[in-house]
């Protein structure tokens, strides 16, 4: 399976804002974007007082780019999506983050197990998520309505799920798409999301102008 494997800290910068691709790091000190404003490179400083609106295409060509860094996903995956999108009834945009949303590396991410998608995407690819009681290592694996995701008993055991309730305290809430019990570390899947639950700072009719060029 393709991936970025390379520094996530520079996605941010180049974006131009926080992108939280590194969890709690992103809201400490220590994040890349607060201690070096500027954007990645040899020329970064100087790039930043040159930075203007851009032409329309670039501003199409970083929104498309931002939202597949925040999912974690490479260009040709991200493109059967948006065809996928095209395919469903309703906005397109908004049908291509409900895709994305429901990815099961961020089902795991939102209901607050995984401290980012990445860390979600680990934990499903070494087999501790269960989805409706099987075993699943696929992160982009599309949950449905009346899924059941829990933590695999033969996991359970581990350190990290043991103390896992007590991270979940200082992370955000699940969507209002899902549900999550907290003693049983078990979650469901209420309903598909829609555009009104998904807080990112997206502009989705810039990635569809940008396919639709």
């Not at 180049?14 to 974007?33: M, Q, W």
């Not at 999912?71 to 908004?94: S, V």
């Not at 798409?177 to 990112?200: C, F, K, M, Y």
Request: one cysteine or more; charged letters at 30%; hydrophobic letters at 30%.
């Amino acid at each position: 399976m393709a991936r970025y494997i390379g520094p996530v800290c520079k996605l941010c910068r180049r974006s131009g804002e926080k992108l939280f691709l590194k969890g709690s790091r992103c809201l400490s000190p220590k994040c890349s974007v607060e201690r070096r404003t500027y954007p990645p490179g040899q020329h970064g400083k100087d790039a930043q007082f040159r930075r203007g609106r851009g032409s329309d295409y670039l501003l199409q060509l970083r929104e498309k780019q931002k939202t597949r860094h925040v999912y974690g996903i490479m260009e040709r995956q991200f493109r059967r999506y948006f065809r996928e999108a095209l395919r469903r009834p309703g906005l397109t945009g908004g049908n291509l983050l409900s895709i994305l949303e429901s990815r099961l590396d961020n089902v795991v991410y939102r209901l607050g197990w995984a401290d980012s998608r990445n860390h979600a995407r680990q934990m499903i690819q070494h087999g501790h998520i269960a989805v409706n009681g099987r075993r699943t290592n696929i992160p982009s694996y599309l949950v449905r309505p009346g899924d059941q995701i829990t933590i695999r008993e033969e996991s359970r055991s581990r350190q990290y799920f043991k103390e896992l309730r007590a991270y979940m305290e200082d992370r955000p809430q699940a969507p209002e798409w899902l549900s999550v019990d907290v003693n049983s570390l078990t979650g469901a899947v209420i309903r598909l999301p829609e555009r009104r639950d998904i807080d990112l700072p997206v502009s989705e009719q810039l990635i569809v102008e940008y396919y639709s060029r």
